[in-house]
């Protein structure tokens, strides 16, 4: 079936015309909150249909943006489509997110939604922000408090496949002035299935905006309101956003079967049988009785993109779950969808084209084939069992080296057999009964009495001789579960509290693994699962308490190393996919 018309409800409220009332400023977490919520499908009162319309054109500290004050007629088309209109302009941080949130609250059933933004953006290499008026010098590290993310944004119209449009109204008498890691404009957008993005000037958008709500244009149509105006992601056959428009009654427009002039329009659409001329009856019913006839018959005339084709039938076959699994399973492949969030953004797309070459399939990118997908299902779970089964044949190959070696050196060879097994297995299947032996012969053969082998107590002894920050965490690094673990991580506490050492900065390898972990937003209650499956995996990350410690991210690097991913020591998405994937085995 091709995508229904988006038709709204009945008109809830007026829109809103000032900046909410500012209170405790919230981080991106909460409007992640709110999405949930939303995905869960908590219950509301009714369905409606939503819009929210923001002009932001005086900046405190940035040049004022031409049009942006223009908002009042895309306001009165949506009011008068039935649409509830939250926002307002020059709207300030606070008011902005408690704008946000009411857009995203859940709402059961619901009716069609626009977002229209006009005003500055900011982008990094991953994201682009909407900025607040009183904005200034936004960075990488407090964009999400200065404005709201548009990958937020897409998530939430993400959610309403078909039903959901974005209008950027982008513009501005020169750059705004940015920090670290932040460049002015609107960067790559990452737009999820099913949402519609339009961008190009304020006036553009308003346009845009009057021709979808009050002329019933299709999306593939909304080029047509402006030269600056670009229409990216869904555009399927005949799809369109008709708004309740009063007629004579005060009703909408809603196609009555005694309605004459519509007869006479559907019968002529039947009798030339075009694509043109359904198309011509969708645009002056929208919402007409005879209306999802009309776009299954423009469906059904074949002229339409494949694209369009095989997403509506991969739509048939796979529900958001659903496409989550093909991401891991596409991941444990060794394909990098860049997540598992059950969008099928271009790395995924670009993953099932690379699965589909290497099986000999069509490479269309899309996955509308049942078979294809029990394929796909059934390999990764060979892949995931033959991996398991060589960390299995590693770990017995280990454990018999290790034996092998104390039978030979460690419990033959005096102190100076022990010291070698540690060196070698400090933490083997016999680390503690040789630190034993090597207490009770007091470290005799000119090593140690704690157990230590000779290559650490060498390091210590450097550690030792030069007490800095940097030597404790090289020392930490080499035996997170050393002899003198302990000793070293109460001196390297010490000497942060003291002055912090400039060997502490990560590199930038490590500044960006860390990144890639904080957008994962891991809880408490999610580390310390991370950590129980690291411990049932076979690497010990120490105590299991939520805090990913020095022991822990050397856990972590065994275990990414074991599965040949990067060895970062830090979580990302292919290390949780592969983490779940031991846990069901």
């Not at 909408?252 to 075009?274: F, Q, V």
């Not at 494949?306 to 048939?316: F, G, H, K, Q, S």
């Not at 991370?530 to 822990?552: C, H, M, S």
């Amino acid at each position: 079936m091709p995508p229904a018309a988006l038709t709204p409800a009945a008109p809830i409220s007026a829109a809103k015309t000032s900046a909410a009332p500012t209170f405790a400023a919230r981080s991106r977490r909460s409007l992640i909150a709110a999405l949930m919520l939303t995905c869960a499908g908590a219950m509301a009162a009714h369905a409606e249909s939503r819009a929210i319309v923001i002009g932001n054109s005086n900046y405190d500290n940035a040049p004022d943006v031409p049009g942006a004050e223009g908002m009042a007629p895309a306001r009165k088309a949506l009011n008068d489509a039935g649409f509830r209109v939250i926002g307002g302009d020059n709207v300030r941080t606070n008011g902005l997110r408690e704008d946000i949130e009411a857009f995203i609250a859940p709402d059961n059933n619901a009716g069609p939604r626009i977002i229209l933004l006009a005003g500055r953006f900011v982008r990094s290499a991953n994201d682009s922000w909407f900025i607040s008026q009183g904005a200034d010098r936004p960075s990488l590290s407090n964009a999400d408090t200065q404005g709201v993310s548009l990958s937020v944004l897409m998530d939430a119209l993400g959610r309403r496949p078909g039903q959901s449009v974005i209008l950027l109204g982008n513009g501005g008498d020169g750059p705004m002035k940015t920090g670290l890691g932040i460049a002015s404009g609107l960067g790559d957008l990452r737009i999820p299935e099913g949402v519609t993005v339009v961008t190009g000037t304020p006036a553009d958008m308003v346009r845009a905006t009057q021709m979808m709500v009050t002329d019933g244009r299709r999306f593939d149509q909304l080029g047509n309101a402006g030269r600056s105006v670009r229409v990216m992601g869904y555009r399927a056959p005949g799809a369109v956003l008709g708004g309740n428009r009063p007629g004579p009654s005060g009703g909408g427009n809603t196609g009555n079967p005694g309605n004459s002039s519509e007869a006479d329009a559907w019968n002529l659409a039947r009798k030339n049988d075009s694509i043109e001329q359904y198309r011509a009856y969708l645009r002056a019913y929208p919402n007409g009785s005879h209306a999802d006839a009309a776009r299954e018959r423009i469906f059904a005339l074949g002229r339409n993109d494949d694209v369009d084709r095989n997403a509506v039938r991969e739509n048939d076959l796979l529900n958001r779950d659903q496409r989550r699994q093909v991401q891991r399973n596409l991941t444990l492949l060794g394909y990098d969808t860049r997540g598992a969030d059950g969008i099928f953004g271009s790395a995924t797309r670009r993953a099932i084209r690379d699965w589909q070459a290497r099986n000999n399939l069509s490479q269309t990118g899309y996955l509308t084939e049942r078979q294809q997908i029990v394929l796909l299902s059934e390999q990764s779970r060979k892949a995931a069992d033959l991996r398991d089964q060589n960390r299995k044949d590693e770990a017995a190959r280990i454990e018999a080296a290790d034996r092998r070696y104390w039978a030979d050196v460690g419990s033959v060879g005096g102190a100076q057999g022990l010291r070698a097994y540690l060196s070698r297995y400090p933490n083997g299947i016999y680390a503690k009964q040789a630190r034993q032996k090597l207490a009770e012969l007091g470290g005799g053969g000119g090593g140690t009495s704690t157990g230590a082998g000779p290559r650490e107590a060498e390091m210590w002894r450097r550690t030792q001789d030069d007490p800095s920050a940097r030597r404790y965490r090289d020392y930490l690094n080499a035996y997170p579960n050393g002899v003198y673990a302990k000793q070293a991580r109460a001196a390297l506490n010490r000497l942060e509290k003291q002055q912090p050492d400039p060997a502490k900065r990560p590199n930038p390898a490590t500044t960006d693994a860390a990144k890639a972990e904080a957008a994962l937003g891991l809880t408490d209650a999610t580390r310390q699962l991370i950590e129980g499956r690291l411990a049932a995996a076979g690497v010990n990350p120490g105590k299991v308490d939520g805090k990913f410690d020095g022991q822990t991210r050397n856990a972590i690097r065994v275990f990414q190393r074991a599965r040949n991913l990067p060895a970062t020591g830090y979580m990302d998405q292919a290390t949780v996919v592969q983490l779940l994937a031991q846990a069901l085995r």
